[in-house]
């Protein structure tokens, strides 16, 4: 019976462990402003995807400079056609779309996700 107890511990000891090994190594969304969004525009590295997932209309409406429109509406796997480990900062119109955009990204496998809070509604710069 003694064996018995030892052996169960050591397999949810194990279990435990490898489940915190995953959970640590799972992407987290960063979040910026619009004004680290504007600084980001500013000097892009080569690696850096800008989206906006607002409907086509909103964004034929005005959208920032730089921005490629890819819908949530649309979003998929197949859609998102940029390397996973790319960084891909994400607006939409006030910063809700963007955060469920990320996490459907974040599913995908794509491991820097960046969200702009406030969105659309607090950028101050140009849009055409």
């Not at 489940?19 to 600084?39: K, P, R, V, Y």
Request: charged content about 20%; hydrophobic content about 40%.
């Amino acid at each position: 019976m003694g064996k018995k107890i030892v052996f169960g511990l050591v397999i949810i000891l194990f279990v435990g462990f490898i489940g915190f090994q995953f959970m640590n190594s799972s992407t987290e969304i960063q979040n910026i402003s619009t004004d680290e969004l504007a600084n980001k525009m500013e000097s892009p590295e080569s690696d850096m995807v800008f989206i906006d997932v607002r409907e086509p209309d909103e964004f034929a409406a005005g959208h920032i400079p730089g921005m490629t429109n890819l819908p949530l509406s649309t979003l998929s796997e197949e859609t998102a056609d940029f390397p996973k480990d790319s960084e891909v900062v994400i607006i939409c119109r006030s910063g809700n779309r963007s955060v469920t955009a990320a996490e459907q990204l974040q599913g995908y496998g794509f491991t820097n996700l960046v969200n702009v809070v406030g969105g659309m509604n607090d950028w101050a710069g140009d849009i055409e």
